[in-house]
């Protein structure tokens, strides 16, 4: 079946603009996650989400930062103002539950470049 | 504050030998370690687990060993293979953050034929 997928793979943006990662996770899948990579460094938890609960955002570095999902699939994480320390590729998983015996699959992630 | 570290950036080994990944944690809470592979521009995908129960679990060629005083695990491969050369990441949890992965640095196998 279908992966984790994420777009755009590739994003370039100027220092102080928004811009917008969509994740589209496995379909049945409750439980969703972001993550970001940043050059040289391992995975860096953002937020997650679980079915209707609240999100766990205790990840997000600032306000800038905000995630959605939306009827419990997509989901979209938004970075208002870029600036060039937000340059890292953000990988999106997806699990069946949150348990932490729930595998949690990845897509191939979202290079973002802040210029 | 680095509460899971794989202080080894890089590891090359021949085909055939063993591979030795290690990985170490900071954090006492964690019960629930797992590795993950990844191959450039893909995201990574699950390896092997082990729960802070047990020292040992082995899948096939991969086995993970979890020394729980020294607050250390490590992945065995053998044999290594030549499409085993990949980064490979370790990764923490908590039960009191279910679900929510503290991940290490990764340690980039090479696996010369």
């Known amino acids: 079946g279908a992966g984790v997928s994420q777009s755009p793979s590739n994003k370039v943006t100027e220092k102080g603009k928004d811009v917008e990662l969509r994740c589209d996770p496995i379909s049945g899948h409750t439980a969703l996650y972001w993550y970001r990579q940043s050059l040289g460094q391992g995975l860096e938890f953002l937020i997650y989400?679980?079915?209707?609960?609240?999100?766990?955002k205790s990840g997000l570095p600032s306000d800038r930062f905000s995630a959605e999902r939306t009827g419990g699939s997509v989901s979209t994480l938004t970075i208002q103002r870029t600036q060039q320390e937000d340059s890292a590729v953000y990988l999106c998983?997806?699990?069946?539950?949150?348990?932490?015996?729930?595998?949690?699959?990845f897509g191939p992630g979202t290079r973002l470049t802040v210029l | 504050d680095q509460q899971v570290k794989q202080n080894s950036p890089s590891l090359s080994v021949q085909e055939g030998r063993i591979s030795i990944l290690n990985c170490d944690y900071t954090?006492?809470?964690?019960?629930?370690f797992l590795w993950y592979k990844k191959y450039p521009a893909e995201g990574p995908t699950f390896l092997i687990s082990?729960?802070?129960?047990?020292d040992k679990n082995e899948d096939g060629r991969f086995t993970v060993f979890l020394n729980k005083s020294a607050k250390h695990l490590s992945l065995h491969i053998v044999p290594s293979q030549p499409g085993d050369s990949a980064v490979y990441f370790c990764a923490a949890s908590a039960q009191s953050n279910t679900g929510k992965l503290i991940f290490g640095q990764g340690t980039t196998l090479q696996v010369k034929p």
């Open positions: 954090n006492s809470m964690f019960d629930y």
């Open positions: 989400f679980q079915g209707n609960s609240a999100p766990d």
């Open positions: 082990i729960s802070s129960i047990k």
């Open positions: 998983a997806s699990s069946f539950r949150q348990g932490r015996r729930d595998t949690q699959y």
